[in-house]
């Protein structure tokens, strides 16, 4: 199975501020990455597929990037209703892991 | 308004069974791999299980092979998940998810971009 580690596995950050969250995978998945945010008590919501291509819907200060290991998820510009969890999630093979989760919370 | 909505969800015993369903509207059911992930409490999401348009093709996390079967019924436009000899590892929320993909260059890049709300399953004695 690939594994998924994202770093830091929390955050502080405060509204108006650019943040990186990392995803590295156990073996290269090309660009077969997903990014999910989660709200307290809520379902999932998609905002990145394919490493880079933004969910429709989702704001441009959102975005993903990398390939093969290595990849992050830039907010440009955090706004009150960022402050979620995100997972990283491939879909290179299955079974389709998570990454373990980043909170980001507000300072 | 594309909808995902689950439910059997509840309190069983370890060893028990029980049968999740998750009915779609909104979109043509039948087109879509769908897929079960699932998130204990105060933990992240754990992909489950999915399913092929037609069925002919499903696939497992290795910790319920064997105890959970997925299906679905495209004539009723619904997704199941019957999950035998539960264990307390199992008390989560299910959530039932539509899988998309987008193609590139004959890559096919799947994602999930259709959740329902989840429905929760509690094993304890």
């Known amino acids: 199975d690939i594994q998924m580690t994202q770093s830091p596995s929390s955050l502080s950050a405060s509204v108006g501020d650019r943040v990186t969250i990392t995803c590295r995978a156990s073996?290269?998945?090309?660009?077969?990455l997903n990014w999910y945010q989660q709200k307290p008590g809520k379902a999932p919501k998609l905002l990145i597929y394919?490493?880079?291509s933004l969910q429709s819907g989702v704001p441009s200060r959102f975005s993903g990037g990398g390939s093969g290991t290595d990849f992050t998820l830039t907010i440009s510009g955090l706004q009150p209703e960022d402050f979620a969890s995100y997972y990283c999630q491939q879909s290179y093979s299955t079974p389709r892991t998570f990454g373990q989760g980043t909170k980001l919370e507000i300072k | 308004e594309v909808q995902l909505v689950e439910s059997g969800g509840g309190l069983v015993q370890p060893g028990g069974s029980l049968r999740l369903s998750c009915a779609a509207s909104g979109f043509t059911f039948s087109s879509y791999w769908m897929s079960w992930v699932r998130q204990a409490p105060g933990k992240g999401l754990e992909w489950v299980a999915n399913?092929?348009?037609?069925?002919?093709?499903?696939y497992y996390v290795d910790s319920v092979k064997g105890r959970f079967t997925i299906s679905r019924d495209n004539a009723r436009n619904s997704l199941y998940l019957q999950m035998n000899s539960l264990r307390a590892e199992d008390t989560a929320v299910y959530y039932c998810?539509?899988?998309?993909?987008?193609?590139?260059?004959?890559?096919?890049?799947?994602?999930?971009?259709?959740w329902g709300k989840g429905t929760t399953v509690t094993v304890s004695s």
């Open positions: 073996q290269s998945i090309s660009s077969y």
């Open positions: 998810a539509r899988t998309e993909y987008s193609s590139s260059w004959g890559d096919y890049y799947y994602y999930m971009d259709v």
């Open positions: 394919a490493a880079s």
């Open positions: 399913i092929k348009q037609d069925g002919s093709e499903k």
